[in-house]
């Protein structure tokens, strides 16, 4: 019969191949779909690589998509390491989103530019970290499951925001659209290339990544980290303050999703709405563990994520083909990747019975 064996050490090349065949595998079984619908796989895959990689246009497209994924999921990485499960980035987005749009639509549009955006950054880190600090002290005080309160918060925040735009932020003369006014220039994140929508977020996506490995390889709090992680109560006996690293933990993966909500709603939407991709909260989980909890792979997995989300957008249009296929080609995709954890983490081995 067959088992599983746990396997002490993980190779690079087993780490390699491993995501390699598995993301093949996930198109293979997604393209049984797309034979359903009458359609051929290989265009659609030819198309879907191209609108996403094919051109310097489509891969910039790729990388507006992939920003919001590397803030959050940077943030992520940090309290997962510590087993602490943070669900609840959808609403610290949100918040992010929520808090730095006050400035942009309430505060006077001539002040200089670098100084409303640095309140706006500021506003979304407070937003976002603020958010996360809500679940975290009901955890440390009265040991309250931060899965539940961190989801549960994603539809608090979800209804202050439809409150918002549909009441007191509504734009009067958008005729009858949940809308608030347009954010002046000052308030919109400047663009890196004309005629491309991407903006100087994707930098604060790239600093990100190299504070976070610094945080985790290089300081007292990243070892502190690994600790927890790995076992809280010899934590605690070594004399490690495991609450106070908690806080500080999800204070920064609040804060980094914040900003990816101030970075979409002043960089590529300029006005606050209902729908301002707030998935990406959920998404960047996928994307922190099939990066395996590495800052620098998730710059890898976030940019195939967004290459599958700007991709599969396009030949929604360029080849009409369903939003409901699309977005199964993309669950397979990432289900094959989550799955192929197991075979990283374990060997098969084939037992005889005993007679």
């Keep these: 019969m067959f088992y599983f064996e746990k396997r002490k050490q993980i190779s690079l090349k087993l780490?390699?191949?491993?995501?390699?065949?598995?993301?093949l595998i996930g198109f293979i079984v997604g393209s049984v779909a797309i034979l359903i619908t009458g359609t051929n796989p290989l265009l659609v895959y030819k198309e879907l690589f191209l609108n996403a990689f094919g051109s310097w246009y489509a891969f910039s497209e790729t990388l507006v998509?992939?920003?919001p994924l590397i803030l959050?999921?940077?943030?992520?990485?940090?309290?997962?390491?510590?087993s602490v499960w943070n669900i609840g980035a959808f609403g610290q987005y949100i918040m992010g989103a929520i808090f730095s749009s006050?400035?942009?639509?309430?505060?006077?549009?001539?002040?200089?530019?670098?100084?409303?955006?640095?309140?706006?950054?500021?506003?979304s880190l407070i937003g976002g970290a603020v958010w996360a600090l809500i679940p975290t002290l009901l955890k440390i005080f009265w040991e309250v499951n931060e899965v539940i309160t961190t989801l549960l918060l994603n539809y608090v925040s979800l209804y202050i925001l439809k409150f918002l735009m549909y009441g007191p932020w509504k734009n009067p003369t958008s005729y009858g659209f949940p809308l608030s006014k347009t954010f002046p220039d000052s308030a919109q994140l400047p663009i890196l290339f004309g005629g491309y929508r991407l903006t100087i977020a994707?930098?604060?996506?790239?600093?990100?990544?190299?504070?976070?490995?610094f945080l985790l390889k290089k300081t007292r709090f990243g070892y502190e980290v690994r600790v927890?992680?790995?076992?809280?109560?010899?934590?605690?006996?070594?004399?490690?303050?495991v609450n106070k690293n908690i806080i500080i933990a999800m204070a920064i993966s609040g804060a980094l999703a914040g900003l990816a909500g101030m970075s979409q709603v002043s960089g590529i939407i300029h006005f606050l709405q209902v729908k301002i991709n707030a998935d990406y909260g959920y998404a960047s989980i996928i994307v922190a563990w099939i990066s395996y909890?590495?800052?620098f792979l998730t710059l890898l997995a976030s940019i195939l994520f967004g290459g599958l989300s700007s991709g599969g957008y396009s030949i929604q249009i360029s080849m009409r083909v369903s939003y409901g296929i699309v977005g199964l080609i993309e669950s397979i995709v990432l289900f094959s990747l989550v799955g192929a954890q197991i075979f990283l983490n374990y060997k098969i081995r084939w037992k005889?019975?005993?007679?």
């Design 293 to 295: 909890l590495d800052p």
């Design 65 to 67: 998509a992939a920003t």
């Design 202 to 213: 994707f930098i604060f996506a790239l600093l990100t990544i190299l504070i976070v490995w």
């Design 72 to 82: 959050i999921s940077a943030g992520l990485i940090i309290v997962f390491k510590m």
């Design 352 to 355: 005889k019975h005993e007679s």
């Design 102 to 123: 006050y400035f942009a639509i309430f505060l006077d549009p001539s002040i200089p530019k670098p100084l409303m955006l640095s309140i706006m950054i500021a506003a």
């Design 15 to 23: 780490k390699i191949a491993i995501p390699l065949i598995s993301l």
């Design 228 to 241: 927890i992680g790995d076992n809280p109560t010899a934590a605690k006996y070594a004399g490690i303050n």
